[in-house]
């Protein structure tokens, strides 16, 4: 969901779920006003096998591996390795914004599939269960929306508890921020294929370009566009869209 509130300073704030941000800004900005009126689409069963998918990895990994807790010194000492167990992590990301005369704040939050710290580089690992393997195979980037998950979570302040207040929340320090996008066969949880990079330049602007347009889709000061491709309409959730493409 998407939602627009007033701060106690009467500024707008904007907050959606991670997941509503990159449908949004990375497959289609029409889902902008759907969301922002509590319309969700019902789940596919593609979500419901990655659900189920995820389930299995958590289980897997609480039965084979033991991870030191992370106190507050090793989340400041960069010379200090640290892992987090996989979904053990809620993310909060929140940025003042200047939009012309208006300077609404932006609130995403979301879950973290796996959060880690090796050699100074902070590292999201996001995996995915598509219901084909051939897409993929042919592929040499991560869709936008993807990249667009990753790069919220490797900005965010963290918490174990899922709470939204600003003081419940903590940073990892890092020399470097780094992306992993890992796609795995829903049966066997076998990779199908990684991508992976640093956190870039020009990765920051991408971002920036996303949450600025976003905020200002939202707030009815830009008009959404559609992306004119028939083939996302077919595989979208909200069939009774009115911009729908046959």
Sequence with gaps: MIEIKQTSQGKALIMSSVSDFCGSMGYCELRIKHYLKGIKPPQTQLTIDGIKSHEKEEIYEKEHFTFEPVTEEGLKDLTKDIEFYREGLFTRFQRELSLGNEKPSILIYGRADKIMRNKGTLIVEDSKYPSSRGKYLVKYEPFDDQKLQTLLYLNSSFSESGSLKENDSFDISCEQRAWIINIKDKFTLESIKIF???????????????????????????APEHHNNAKKCQSCRFIDCEHRLS
């Design 196 to 222: 992976q990079g640093f956190q870039t330049i020009e990765a920051e602007q991408f971002l920036e370009a996303k949450i600025n347009r976003f905020a200002l889709i939202a707030l009815g000061m830009l």
